[in-house]
């Protein structure tokens, strides 16, 4: 006879420490306490923690400029991968917020540079949309594909000319007409 998986807790199924607890783990994450972290992740608390949106404490640390943090996830184990809720994973963030250090860090972890949710948008595709050249020079010298579209047939070209990313528009049309 196989278990049944087991399912996380809700938040009204935990005591009131615990989600004390929990909630500083989350804004240890957010606010880059990477030697705080590194203790707990040596205790035995989960790398791949998420919150009630589908967060991880990599996404949060990516996504708020936390390198140091993000590096001691990935060397905990943090999955560089795990989408949240919105289908984003950490590299998406990373590229959102034109944090080329913080990208350069979860490639170097083995994030999949064409990652996409059901969105199908990819990190390149929020590079290309935000205007963040040098992320994506990044992400395309990674071998991200200029010429993948998203679930609603956009290409990367037409989602930065859109938005008026000067910069990317050229660097992707540059890109594309090589190929």
């Known amino acids: 006879m196989q278990a049944e998986p087991t399912r996380p807790p809700s938040a009204s199924e935990l005591d009131d420490d615990t989600l004390a607890f929990v909630r500083r783990v989350f804004g240890l994450a957010r606010a880059g306490e990477a030697a705080e972290l590194a203790t707990l992740l040596g205790q035995g608390l989960p790398p791949n923690l998420r919150n009630e949106r589908g967060d991880s404490l990599l996404m949060l640390a ?5 390198h140091d943090a993000a590096r001691v996830l990935l060397e905990h184990g943090a999955d ?5 809720d919105a289908g984003q994973a950490p590299l998406h963030g990373a590229a959102f917020k034109g944090d080329l250090r913080v990208a350069t860090l979860l490639l170097e972890h083995g994030a999949r540079v064409d990652a996409a949710g059901p969105n199908g948008k990819t990190a390149l595709m929020f590079a290309a949309m935000f205007n963040r050249a040098d992320i994506a020079r990044l992400l395309l010298a990674g071998g991200a594909d200029p010429f993948r579209l998203d679930a609603d047939g956009n290409s990367m070209l037409d989602a930065a000319r859109k938005m008026g990313a000067a910069d990317t ?3 992707l049309a540059a ?5």
Do not use: F, K
Not at 175 to 179: D, L, Q
């Open 62 to 66: 990516c996504y708020h400029g936390q």
């Open 80 to 84: 560089p991968d795990i989408m949240n």
């Open 175 to 179: 890109a594309t007409n090589e190929r």
């Open 169 to 171: 528009m050229e660097l």
